[in-house]
T-cell receptor
Framework: GAVVSQHPSWVICKSGTSVKIECRSL??????MFWYRQFPKQSLMLMATSNEGSKATYEQGVEKDKFLINHASLTLSTLTVTSAHPEDSSFYICSALSGSGQRTYTFGSGTRLTVV | AQTVTQSQPEMSVQEAETVTLSCTYDTSESDYYLFWYKQPPSRQMILVIR??????QNATENRFSVNFQKAAKSFSLKISDSQLGDAAMYFC????????????????FGQGTILTVHP
């Protein structure tokens, strides 16, 4: 089946630095990628939706200058957390929507970000 | 805007028994998709079952089945013969439908239900 590879699975960074998270669709073309944030034992909060070659659409309350999303190709989308602070520590998950056939939502394995 | 509500923050079941997780949703659309996802401790989201709103027949996947009540906007998940590996957080989700019947757009998730399976 469809696989989305998300890296890194966990990362620790210092406050003020930037961190990039990658999601790659391995065997299909992802026309649309969704980025979520999840706190422990809570639901997934959609941060933004990106379509290949277009600017991402951010949900209300999400700082677009802080969470930079790039979807430059049909198989790669990245989320960069700029000038990270401890409150950005969370679990980030990507989800890709395949472009043809019976469209399905395939999730990456997530990235645990800890900002110290 | 669509909303999805899971009113059971936690549920527990004995191994081999049956448990039902509740989900209600609100929408003005007539066609849409509904999903149940499982998130085990690994936190990998796994699709359990999917239901197209235009289909009256309830979806089933082995030990997992749904009770889809469109008029009541209810979409419950029944897990039969529960196994220890079923322990996870379960999310109900709503997805829009594009012309042609394909999925598009973001999923709206419920708050989640933590399922514990006792041996």
């Amino acid at each position: 089946g469809a696989v989305v590879s998300q890296h890194p699975s966990w990362v620790i960074c210092k406050s003020g630095t930037s961190v990039k998270i990658e999601c790659r669709s391995l065997d299909f073309q992802a026309t649309t990628m969704f980025w979520y944030r999840q706190f422990p034992k809570q639901s997934l909060m959609l941060m933004a939706t990106s379509n290949e070659g277009s600017k991402a659409t951010y949900e209300q309350g999400v700082e677009k200058d802080k969470f930079l999303i790039n979807h430059a190709s049909l198989t790669l989308s990245t989320l960069t957390v700029t000038s990270a602070h401890p409150e950005d520590s969370s679990f980030y998950i990507c989800s890709a929507l395949s472009g043809s056939g019976q469209r399905t939502y395939t999730f990456g394995s997530g990235t645990r970000l800890t900002v110290v | 805007a669509q909303t999805v509500t899971q009113s059971q923050p936690e549920m527990s079941v004995q191994e081999a028994e049956t448990v039902t997780l509740s989900c209600t949703y609100d929408t003005s659309e007539s066609d849409y998709y509904l999903f149940w996802y499982k998130q085990p401790p690994s936190r990998q989201m796994i699709l359990v079952i999917r239901q197209e709103a235009y289909k009256q027949q309830n979806a089933t996947e082995n030990r997992f089945s749904v009770n889809f009540q469109k008029a009541a906007k209810s979409f419950s998940l029944k897990i039969s013969d529960s196994q220890l590996g079923d322990a996870a957080m379960y999310f109900c989700a709503y997805g829009k439908v594009a012309a042609g019947g394909t999925s598009y757009g973001k999923l709206t998730f419920g708050q989640g239900t933590i399922l514990t399976v006792h041996p």
